[in-house]
């Protein structure tokens, strides 16, 4: 959701070099289609805000007041400054979705467990600006381990970290993981992306490749729990995308 709410805000954004000068004394305006376009992304975002918030939040108000304006009507198309309002309604929309995502719900005195991946870290690869690599699957995929952490899911948490090694090696120019842990600069760096390639892969294949056996025994959350080694690969991650 928060990526699609951010290409939503991408696209609004580009609006705002299609305004038309006009011919007459009119106000510069947007073709018809770039017209339909805006209040078709402005629509969407308050669909996605409602579903996150409540259809009574104060974002998708706003949004509601910015679309039911004269200046979206058929013969008076959107101001620019009417497009910055809901621009704007809909990039605070997301940063409340975003606090409500990291907010803790866990009643007072009730232990809660740590996510897999900090917040901190996901918002640093939400936040950077034009990648040349594509994150959302990155993204999507660091969002399920965290999901299959918290409900004690070990199976899935190995196959997802051993996933997101693989899926990060072009980001680093390199063909696998193991050229990039043997290749990144800096010893201890390298030593936690190796821990990963070789301790991390060999537990992962286990889980994925172990044919049924007459006796069984299931992970424990320590034998998975690589979570200060992916930290590091992410913050290398995040170091190079913003290079």
Known sequence: MQSDLQGMIDQLKSMLDRFEEPTTAAAPHLSAEDRATTRSL??????????????????????????????????????????????????????????????????????????????????????????LWDTKRLLRMVQELNSAHANDLHMATAMLLRAICDHVPPIFDKKNFAEVANNIAG?????????????????????????????????????????????????EVVRSLRT
Do not use: C, M, W
Request: glycine share 4%; charged share 25%.
């Open 42 to 131: 402005l629509r969407e975002a308050k669909a996605l805000l409602d579903e996150s918030l409540g259809r009574l939040n104060e974002f998708s108000s706003a949004l509601l007041e910015v679309l039911n304006e004269q200046a979206f009507g058929i013969y008076n198309p959107p101001t620019r400054e009417k497009l910055l309002e809901g621009i704007a309604a809909v990039e605070a929309g997301l940063r409340q979705h975003r606090r409500k995502q990291t907010t803790s719900t866990t009643p007072f005195g009730v232990q809660q467990k740590p996510s897999y991946v900090a917040q901190e870290r996901i918002a640093e690869l939400q936040n950077i600006p034009a990648p």
């Open 187 to 235: 010893r201890s760096i390298s030593g936690n992306l190796k821990h990963l390639d070789s301790s991390l892969r060999n537990i992962a294949d286990t889980h994925l490749h172990a044919q049924i056996r007459q006796r069984e025994v299931l992970p424990t959350a320590s034998q998975v729990d690589f979570r200060q080694d992916l930290d590091v690969l992410l913050q």
